[in-house]
């Protein structure tokens, strides 16, 4: 069997070996995944989860992650990919790409869509109340 194998990947076109690559290393990632995030519902990775988050944290009040307070927000913002961080730097780049291949109007399109999105939804979600943080550490 493996010699059938080994003969019909021989025979296969450069393609369908760079596919069938790209498909096995899919399957190791996915395999790899699903026995981590079985080991997380175990709880077998808690003491290292702990350790990495209090390598971040100031040791005198755990409730204050270490760093300035810009760069704590922007952090936040990109560990919840749609922050306003994220979102910027998203409309940037498609906004660019758009200019730079020549369609000019389908930028300015991104662009003022972001723009009035964000003016419109801005204001409604600050006024929104939001509970308590749930987590180890106290909200600020």
Known sequence: MLRRFSKALSDATRLERGV???LALAAIGLLGFMHLAGEVMEGATQGFDLRLLLMFRNPQDLSDPIGPR???EVMR????????A???LLTLFVTVF????????????VAASIVLGAGIAGPRTARAE???RRGRWPAK
């Open 20 to 22: 069938l690559v790209v």
């Open 70 to 72: 810009w760069f704590e």
């Open 77 to 84: 913002d990109f560990t919840a990919l749609g922050g306003t």
């Open 86 to 88: 994220v979102l910027s």
């Open 98 to 109: 758009r200019v730079l291949s020549g369609k000019r109007r389908p930028a300015l399109l």
């Open 130 to 132: 939001r509970g308590p």
